[in-house]
Every structure is written in C-alpha cells, then in structure tokens.
C-alpha cells in the first residue's frame, strides 16, 4: 500500500519536526498537522517563521519549503482522520499527577482521546502510528479502543517511537542513527501496514537502518533508550562528585573512559542535571512499570538514576551557598542559561527550575538572562512549584534580556545551560561590574577556567576542585 496521507494528531516537540521532515522527504504525500491548542497551530501557520512554536536549528527552513505545499497545520481534527491512510498519534504523556501510579505512571488520558476520536471519526481502514512514549503494551489498549468503538474498519496499529533529541531535532530526523517499527508481522495486513511505514522512511533512511520489531520490543526499546541515556549522565554526574573531592577532573576520566570503544565519547558530559521533558518521566515510567511485575530490585535499580539527578542539582546549589559564605540571603545571583540544554527553548524538568527554586528559598536575588526562553515561560516553571507566591517569584527573580545587565552587581555567575555564546562574552567587562569576590559557578564546564581566573572571578565548575 503507498501511503499519499499522513495525519499526525499533536503539533508539539516531536509531531512539528517529525512531520516536516516527512514531509520534505517525501513531497508525494499530504502530511497535516492537527492539534486541539489552537494558540500553537496559529503559530506553526505564522507569516514570520520566527514565531514558529518551537526552535530547532534547520526547522523553519523546511517549514518555508514545504508548509501549504504538502504540510499543513489545522485545528480540523476529525477532517484530517478522515483524510489519512496513515495516523501518527504524537501527543503527550506526561507522569500521572493524580490516582493510582500519581508521580510515576504514564498518564495516557491523552493518547484514549485520541484513540477514541480516530475510532468515532474512521470510515475507511487506517493505520495508526505510536509516536509518543508509551507504556509497552499500551498497544494493546488502543487495539480495544479502536475496535470497539470504530466503525468495524480495519485498523492497524504500529509503533514507531522517536529518538530525536532537542537542539538537533532536524539533523536527528534527517540521519537517524536507526528508525524503529514495531508491527504484527504474522499477519498479512500487519506485514503490509509495517511495509507501508518502512517505505516512507526508505524515502530517506537506508534500509539497513530501518529495523522491524515486534510491537512490544518497539514499545519498550523507547523506554530501555532512554534509560540508558539518562543513566551514563547520573554515572558521570556521580563520578563529578568524587572527582570534586579526590583532586581527579571529570572531563579527564570522561575522555579516559570514553575511548574505550565499548564504553564510547559521547553523553558523558558532566552536568548540574539532566532535564527534558522525558528522561525523569520515562524512567518513573519504567519503574512504574517493573513494580507493577513486581519486579522490585529493577524498579529500585532504575529509580537511582533519578535519585542521582536530583541529588546532583541540589548538590549544585548548595556549593553556591556554602561558597558564598553559608548565605545568600539579599545577595544577585546571575543565571546564564534556563532551558534544559543549548539550542532549543524548552525548559520543560529543566535543572534551572529547581537550583532557581531552592536559591530562592535561600532569599537570594536572581536574575536570569537565556538567549531563547521567553519571561512569561520561566516565571510560569517557578510558579508551577508552588513553592512560593507568584507575586514573590517574580519580585526576587528578574529576567533580562542582555546578559551583561543580568551579570551587573551579581555576587555570583551560576551557568545553568551550554549556550555557545557564553563562552564569547568580554568576561573582563563582566568581571568589572560584579560585586567582589566574583564567583562564578559553571554547572555545564564550558568556561575557560584560566582566562576566568586570570581575570580575577573566583571559578567553581562540576566535577573539579582544581
Ligand atoms: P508536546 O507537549 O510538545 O506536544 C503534544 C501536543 O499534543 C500538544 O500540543 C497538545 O496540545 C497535543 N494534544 C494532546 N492531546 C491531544 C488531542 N487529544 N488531540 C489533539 N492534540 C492533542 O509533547 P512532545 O514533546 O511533542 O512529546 C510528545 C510525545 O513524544 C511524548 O510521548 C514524548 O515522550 C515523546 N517524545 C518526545 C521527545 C522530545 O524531544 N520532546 C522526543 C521523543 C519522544
Ligand atoms: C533525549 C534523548 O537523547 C532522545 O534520544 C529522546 O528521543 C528524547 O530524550 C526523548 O525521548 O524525549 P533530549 O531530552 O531532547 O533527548 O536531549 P538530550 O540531548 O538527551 O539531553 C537531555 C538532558 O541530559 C539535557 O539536560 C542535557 O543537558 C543532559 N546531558 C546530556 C548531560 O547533562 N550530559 C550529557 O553528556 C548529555
């Protein structure tokens, strides 16, 4: 079967992209893009490609090329279902904030809606596509929904998770290292329904790197991912904290790890913190899931890494008050940097939040300058704590929009986020209009330690007491 439509209901972080680059690869097929936020579709439909909802290097590119030529943003739902051969479900699913499994569980209220309005809505056979996270054997749970709510159509149901990483979304989707499809091969529609998602991706992506699964391999591959990944940064962060005490420099023991070809370079930054939207809830969500086997020593065994996180980000902000002389109380704190990591805006988990948050329980003064996370969203992260009134959020901490105003008359510089612009500032100048000591606390060890300590600043990074 040669797919002409796609519909892909979720127009966020992952459907945006995903679709764009679908849509660029293959200008044969009609991708629409449906989401029940009207705001973010008026966005992705915005004249000034500068006020697409998200930021991803590359992105507004391929959106020029292609939007209203074969992709299309709408708030039609139901007309988009109808249209499409193909149905990618890539809405959120977000830990449960309520219920049973509250804290840990995937909530997956989002993905039944969906589930159930492609049922009411389909009048043809569709295929519909996992391309959000999700619970292994959650396909099993939509097969129901779909066939007992449809209008006996056929429906087949794949699981294609994404691996894409913000920042670098464009370049993810357009060279993934592997694209991942999870069908029933056993039978004759499901061999064809996986055939027909293969083929769009073949459009691009080498049929050596497309690999076929069963769907709850497919389903808990997501997951096992992005396990591993947030687990190598908690070793590292772990290691930067002994490294701190003995003398020893993370970078150097990542460097030395690393070109063991079975451990390998990459992620093995040191950090103040994994944040995204997805690493802590995939992992809760996998714990959630080993519990509820009972499997009680693996559920303990993944939750550590998260233990790990949390741990590295207060330990953060602890050296910063123990550093300034055990109070910070009444004292400007400069933030450079609160998204979770460089090049994109998203500051969802982001480790700012929550050194911000306990800095401020500390009474400090904190000004915040990120070349792409606007005021209104990093006030909305601090009041989503609750840990304090609005109001006191945003008398004790200011957002400036140049960084040099940001740094002016602060105790203390905390980089919070690996923003290549950082390392060019004329630190000299920054220096100059700082209250003394100048301390700065580099959370991503991006700085030049040396030409820091020559200026004067008193230079803190993770990982090294040297
Ligand atoms: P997001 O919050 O940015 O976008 C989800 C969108 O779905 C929202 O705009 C929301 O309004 C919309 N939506 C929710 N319910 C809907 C419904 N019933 N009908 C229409 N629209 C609806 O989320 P995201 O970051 O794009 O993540 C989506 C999924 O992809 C999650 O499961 C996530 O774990 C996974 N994922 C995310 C990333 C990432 O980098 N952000 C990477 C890989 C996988
Ligand atoms: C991550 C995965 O890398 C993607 O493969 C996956 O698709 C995605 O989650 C998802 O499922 O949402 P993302 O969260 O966008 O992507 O970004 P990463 O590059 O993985 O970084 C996550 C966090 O870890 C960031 O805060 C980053 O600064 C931190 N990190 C990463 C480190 O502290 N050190 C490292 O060495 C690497």
Redesign the pocket.
């Known amino acids: 079967m040669k797919i002409k439509t796609i519909c892909c209901i979720g127009a966020g972080?992952?459907g945006g992209p995903t679709m764009a680059v679908i849509a660029k690869q293959c200008p044969h097929i009609k991708v629409t893009v449906v989401d029940i936020n009207e705001a973010r579709i008026a966005a992705w439909n915005s004249k000034n490609l500068d006020h697409l909802p998200i930021f991803e290097p590359g992105l507004a590119d391929i959106v020029k090329q292609t939007r209203d030529k074969n992709l299309f943003f709408s708030t039609d739902i139901d007309k988009a279902i109808d249209e499409a051969q193909m149905i990618f479900m890539s809405v959120n699913t977000p830990t449960k904030t309520y219920g049973k499994g509250k804290g840990m569980a995937a909530d997956l209220k989002y993905i039944e809606l969906c589930a159930r309005q492609i049922a009411r809505v389909s009048k043809q056979n569709k295929i519909v596509v996992e391309k959000s996270?999700l619970p292994v054997r959650t396909a099993s749970a939509i097969k129901s929904i779909l066939d007992n709510v449809g209008n006996d159509v056929n429906f087949q149901i794949l699981s294609n998770?994404?691996?894409?990483?913000?920042?670098?979304?464009v370049q993810?989707l357009l060279n993934p290292d592997r694209v991942l499809i999870g069908g029933d091969q056993s039978t004759e529609k499901g061999h064809e329904a996986v055939q027909a998602l293969v083929d769009i991706y073949a459009n691009w992506v080498p049929k050596a790197q497309i690999l076929t699964t069963n769907v709850w391999s497919s389903e808990l591959s997501?997951l096992t991912?992005?396990a591993f990944?947030?687990q190598?940064?908690s070793s590292?962060?772990a290691m930067s904290e002994i490294c701190e005490k003995t003398g020893a420099d993370v970078k150097e023991v990542s460097k030395a790890i690393g070109m063991d070809s079975r451990i390998g370079p990459?992620?093995?930054?040191?950090?103040?913190?994994?944040?995204?939207?997805?690493?802590q809830k995939?992992i809760l969500n996998l714990v959630y899931i080993a519990k509820t086997y009972g499997l009680n020593e693996v559920a303990d065994y993944w939750e550590q890494v998260i233990i790990m996180n949390d741990h590295q980000k207060n330990r953060f902000s602890d050296n910063i008050v123990s550093t300034l002389y055990n109070t910070v109380s009444g004292k400007k704190i400069a933030f450079l940097g609160w998204a979770?990591?460089?090049d994109?805006n998203?500051t969802r988990e982001?480790?700012a939040i929550k050194v911000a948050d306990n800095l401020l329980s500390e009474q400090a003064e904190i000004e915040v300058y990120d070349p792409k996370v606007s005021k209104e969203r990093i006030y909305a992260d601090l009041d989503y704590l609750k840990t304090r009134p609005s109001e006191e959020n945003k008398t004790l901490l200011t957002v400036k929009t140049d960084p040099y105003q940001a740094c002016k008359n602060a105790h203390a510089i905390a980089v919070l986020?690996?923003w290549d612009e950082f390392k060019d500032y004329n630190w000299e100048s920054i220096y100059n209009s700082m209250q003394k000591p100048a301390f700065i606390f580099d959370g991503?060890g991006i700085l030049d330690k040396q030409q820091l300590e020559k200026i004067g600043f008193a230079y803190y990074k993770i990982g090294s007491s040297n």
């Open positions: 972080y992952v996270t998770p994404e691996f894409l990483a913000e920042g670098t979304a993810d997501k991912a992005n990944l947030a190598r940064v590292i962060n990459k992620f093995l930054n040191a950090s103040v913190g994994f944040g995204g939207s997805c690493f995939d979770f990591k460089k994109t998203d982001s480790a986020t690996e991503r």
